[in-house]
């Protein structure tokens, strides 16, 4: 199970991510980061835990939408309750582990260019 105050986010090099106006913000909050000296930026088709992401923004957007949430302290909740759901469902975390061997058969027959992850 993940506990969502043990939570390290990842960058991935864009170039909002790699601001040093948003990197210094992440550090003022006190939110734990790899920063993109930390994590390749160069390979999202082998990175599952850039589908992860997707599938949390997802859920917590669409969450945020359906109680018409703006609030920190409410989004912060919702994060928590998305993170929970997404530690019980074992099919999608699976998933996602196990297809490391697809990713890479992709980017080889891809040499190296874009795939469908």
């Given at each position: 199970m993940v506990d969502p105050e043990s939570v390290v986010f990842l960058h991935d090099r864009a170039p909002c991510m790699s601001a040093l106006a948003t990197q210094a913000l992440l550090k003022e909050s006190n939110i734990d980061f790899l920063d993109n000296t930390m994590w390749p930026g160069?390979?999202?088709d082998?990175?599952?835990?850039?589908?992860?992401?997707?599938c949390i923004k997802e859920r917590?957007?669409?969450?945020?939408?359906?109680?018409?949430?703006?609030?920190?302290?409410?989004?912060?909740?919702?994060?928590?309750s998305v993170?929970?759901?997404?530690?019980?469902d074992t099919t999608m975390l699976q998933t996602l582990l196990t297809s490391m061997r697809t990713r890479l058969?992709?980017?080889?027959?891809?040499?190296?260019g874009p795939t469908r992850y």
């Open positions: 160069n390979s999202p082998l990175n599952p835990t850039e589908n992860l992401g997707a917590v957007e669409r969450r945020m939408l359906a109680d018409k949430t703006e609030s920190l302290r409410d989004m912060k909740e919702i994060f928590k993170i929970a759901d997404i530690n019980n058969d992709a980017v080889i027959l891809a040499e190296g």
